[in-house]
Structures are given as structure tokens and as C-alpha cells.
């Protein structure tokens, strides 16, 4: 092991300076310093404890022309600030899925509750359907609490009946935790769509004059569905 001792005073040292660094700026003084001492090193390099790589990657911090500090900085604060967006973006996509599910649920719960599990599946599907449909909203919650001019009442009305109620029935939660499980298997693609392009349906006790224009698809517990 090679041991390099200096011992000096500070005007004693700087007479030892050359002429050209005695003017130069401290840090500029230190990295000529250290490259005068790093090339003389490196001729016995075999004789230190280590291999080289090291001293040539010192060597090359402390040697480089370029400072490549700020370019580092910049890269570490981009990857930071890019996490923090991907973050909140992610966030915000969450909550309007949340959103999404629960307008959904909602739809499925008020409008068929009492009805067999194909027949909420079946609601769920004509909701869905409604949003692909250029004729309606473009996000369940829209399609939900749609509203449309009524001539014979002279009034908008709701698309769903029950978003016109001002006092709602209360939650039954065996009830809504299906109504839920249902909307997300709709909106998440895991149940196959049962009805060919259904947007309409009503309830099997009463006949609306638009039925006769439409064509039915389906009969399901209370409901007959048309496209």
C-alpha cells in the first residue's frame, strides 16, 4: 500500500503552486490537483489493493470537462415529477370508476330490485348499451339521470323513473351489495351480453304506445326488452 503524505503551510504551499494555477479559482486549483495526482497513480495502479475501474471512474468525476450534476438533477426530478403524476391520474381514474359503478348500481337496485338476477343483468346491459349508443350520453351517470321533454305532460321527465322520486325507498344492503356485484361485473366485461342492442324496456303490467315501434328481444322476470 502506498501512502502519499503532504505537509505544508498555506504560503508555503502556494509558492509550490505553478504560476498559472496561483490565479485560477480554488476548485479549478483542487481538480488540477487531483488529476496531476490521479495520472500518477494510475502507472501503479498494480500495486493497490483494488483493480482499477474504480480509480479511472474518480478519475473521470473529478477530470470531466462537463458538469453533469444539473443534467442528473433534472433527470431524478422528472422521474419524480412523472410518479407523482402517473399517481394522481390514476387517483382521478379510480374515483370516476367509483363514480361510474355507483350511478350504475343504483340503476340496477331501483330499477330491479325484486327482479331475478338476469333481469338486473339485463338493466345493467341496456344502461351500458345506452352509453355506446351515439343517440344517448356518453358515461352512465348521464344515462341514468337523463331527462327528456314530455308533449303530453309538458315537463322533462327521467329516463329511470325512480330519479324523479323525491323521497328514494331505503338501502336494503343484502340487496345493494348485489345490485353492486352485478353493475361491476357489467362494467368490468365479465358477464357476456345476453341482449342483442336492447335500449328499452318496461314492465310487463302496463303498454306504452312507443313498444309498437320497437322490437322485442327479450322477456325477463317483470321487464320486456326492445332494440
Not at 490521479?38 to 478519475?59: E, N, Q, T
Not at 344515462?143 to 322520486?165: C, H, L, M, P
Amino acid at each position: 500500500m502506498i501512502v502519499l503524505v503532504l505537509h505544508h503551510t498555506d504560503s508555503h504551499f502556494h509558492d509550490l503552486l505553478p504560476i498559472q494555477l496561483r490565479s485560477a479559482g480554488y476548485t479549478r486549483v483542487m481538480r488540477t490537483i487531483f488529476r496531476h495526482t490521479v495520472y500518477k497513480l494510475h502507472g501503479l495502479r498494480y500495486a493497490l489493493p483494488f483493480d482499477g475501474w474504480w480509480l479511472s471512474l474518480k478519475s473521470w468525476w473529478f477530470t470531466r470537462d462537463t458538469d453533469y450534476f444539473p443534467v442528473f438533477l433534472l433527470a431524478g426530478l422528472a422521474l419524480i415529477i412523472s410518479a407523482i403524476s402517473f399517481a394522481i391520474v390514476r387517483s382521478m381514474e379510480t374515483e370516476v370508476d367509483n363514480r361510474q359503478l355507483t350511478c350504475l348500481a343504483l340503476n340496477i337496485y331501483h330499477e330491479a330490485r325484486g327482479e331475478p338476477k338476469a333481469g338486473q343483468y339485463a338493466v345493467a346491459e341496456v344502461t351500458l348499451n345506452r352509453v355506446a349508443s351515439p343517440r344517448y350520453p356518453n358515461t352512465i351517470c348521464e344515462v341514468v339521470y337523463q331527462k327528456n321533454w314530455d308533449r303530453i305532460r309538458r315537463r322533462y321527465v327521467g329516463a329511470f323513473s325512480w330519479t324523479e322520486f323525491d323521497v328514494k325507498p331505503a338501502i336494503k344492503k343484502k340487496e345493494w351489495y348485489r345490485a353492486i356485484a352485478i353493475a361491476e361485473d357489467i362494467y368490468h366485461q365479465r358477464q357476456e351480453p345476453e341482449l342483442d342492442g336492447a335500449l328499452f324496456y318496461h314492465a310487463r303490467s302496463i303498454k306504452p304506445s312507443w313498444a309498437r315501434k320497437k322490437k322485442p328481444v327479450a322477456r325477463i322476470g317483470q321487464h320486456i326488452f326492445y332494440r
